[in-house]
Structure formats: C-alpha cells, structure tokens
C-alpha cells in the first residue's frame, strides 16, 4: 500500500490485533510520488516508524508490533542506499519485514538475517503470484510467511496472476505441511471472505483497499469518496497510472488495478506518453479525481463507509468467527 499506509494507520491495525505496515516506495499524501530517491525518504520513513511506536507507546528497546514493506526494485536502484532502508526496519525491532516485486529479494533477504538483533527476531514475509515463485520463497529463501496475491489485488501486481481461490490451493497442495503461514491476498474485504480462506487452508489473509478507506489512511477524502462510489468491475488492471506517473521500474508483467478514470480510457485511446504526464500532472495540482489514480481491489463494490483502521480489524475477526461457527453448525 505504497502511498497509502504510514505509521499511524500501521499502529491502529495492530492495535486492533492485526499486524499493520508502513509501506515505504511513496510515503507522500501526493497521488504523484517522486521516483528518486532522497534523503527526505530515509527521514520520513523514519518519521512514520516514529509515529507508530509513540501511538503504542513501545519503548525504543522493546519489539515493535508493526512491519515494514519494501519493493525491491526501489531498493535495487543504483542510488537507493537500501541497506540504510532496510536497517530503519531492524534498528526498531518491527516485528516483519515484507518484500515484494524484485530481482534481487535474495540479497535483502541475506542482509536482514546477518544483521536482525537475534536470529529469527524479524519475521520475513514474501508476496508471490505463483507457484513457482511460492516454492523460492519457501525453499531457497526460507522465507517466514508467504502471500498468496490474486489477480483480484488492488495495486500493483502480475497481471498473469491466477484468482486468489485457485492460487491459494494450487500453494497450498504443494507446499509441505510443515511449511511456513500462506496468507491470502487480492479482493478480501471483509470477514465472510477471510473465513472461506480459512477454510481452505490459509492462516490468514491480507487486505489493502478496505483499509484505504479509513481516516488513518494517507488517502485523500476525494480518493476515498471514489472508493464508496465505486461499483463491481470499476476497478481495471492497466499500465496507465505508471505511464502518467512515470513510475516504469516494475518487473516485466507487472500491472496495477485501480480505479477507471480519463487517464485510462485516454491511454487505451493511443494518448502519447508526454500529454498523458502533461494531463496526469494537472490532475495532481488540482486534485482531479477522474486524473489521479486510486487503487483498488475487485471488491471494491463491497465498500460503503470510512470507518476507523482498529475497528475494521474487529469488524472483520467478529465476522470471520460468526461465519466459522455457522460452518462448524453445519456439521452437527
């Protein structure tokens, strides 16, 4: 959720008893993040981590309850120091790290383990779109918790990437039992759908676009009354969003899924590159919603109010045990 989650709406999840992230890549309120790196991005992901430990009053050498979440092709840019990133993370003892979208996740991953306070003390969680890529994660990399992400996913993603259901089991029948957590990601929204992962097998699931409609979320009220306006199939995967933003480093097949808006249709129309920039960049300035993008998931259509981060983590659990037990009846 680059752009959307710092370190207060990171501390309400957790709060509520899930596990929220910072996501560093855009830390900024602005629809239009730069795509360089300066030292005012080490200095406000640090800002956020800041935030979140005053919010659960943690003390500086105790754990903290909240992760961090890198794309590795930002840490891979020649002038990104992301050893000094990737150690705001393990100098204040958060509880995961998650990495996603690179060619070079291995690295990260030897880093972290040679330098973390004591061995296992940083959980690794690894987002994959694939089988292939579950099995990496697992057995190369020893990875703690793997993310199953669906082609449903709001954000970026592979846009070859199966549904979530089929994904998930596909993992889940070749996985070994004694493997690490698989999560489900990609269009869970609410408590019923957290429950069908369950029982499935899952530990878990994942949601982003739910959370985007929360007051702690880095979202604009514009973007997040374009959330609750959205219907079923509003959101499109597509390319334009970082062709007008200029943001072209993602790995080969990777797309984003967000909302349709005039920047979409005017890139499937053929639009040159310069005036879509031209038009994506007044867009910024003015706020224009039907200009900058707002991601989201394919359940969007399921949203309808902005709700506190910490009581949709509650709504969701009291949903997900009210929907387990309903199951469990059936089998009495």
Known sequence: MAGASGGELAA???????????????LSRSPDPPDH?????????????????????????SSLPIGIGYLGWRLERPDVPAHDLLSVALNNNVRAVWLSFGAQLHSWIEFIRKSECKPGATKIIIQVNSVKEALVAVQDWKADVVVAQGIEAGGHGSGTAPPLLTLLSEILSTIPEDGPPILGAGGVVNGAQLASLIVLGASGAVLGTRFLLSPESLYSDSQRQALI??????????????????????????????????TVDEFEAGINAEDLR???????KAGDIDRIVTWAGASVGL????????????EIHKECVAHLQAVHSLLD
């Open 37 to 61: 790196f300066s030292m005012d991005c080490l200095d406000q992901l640090r800002s956020e981590v800041d935030t979140a430990r005053s919010l659960l009053q943690i003390d500086s050498n």
């Open 229 to 262: 306006a959205a219907s079923t199939g509003s959101s499109i995967r597509t390319i334009a969003f970082d062709q007008a933003r200029d943001t072209l480093g993602w790995p080969q097949g990777i797309d984003g899924r967000g909302l349709r808006n005039s």
């Open 278 to 284: 031209r038009k994506y960049t007044e867009g910024v």
């Open 303 to 314: 949203l309808s109010r902005i709700q506190p981060a910490r009581e949709i983590v509650e």
């Open 12 to 26: 309400r999840v957790s709060q509520g008893g899930g596990l929220g992230f910072i996501a560093y890549g855009a």
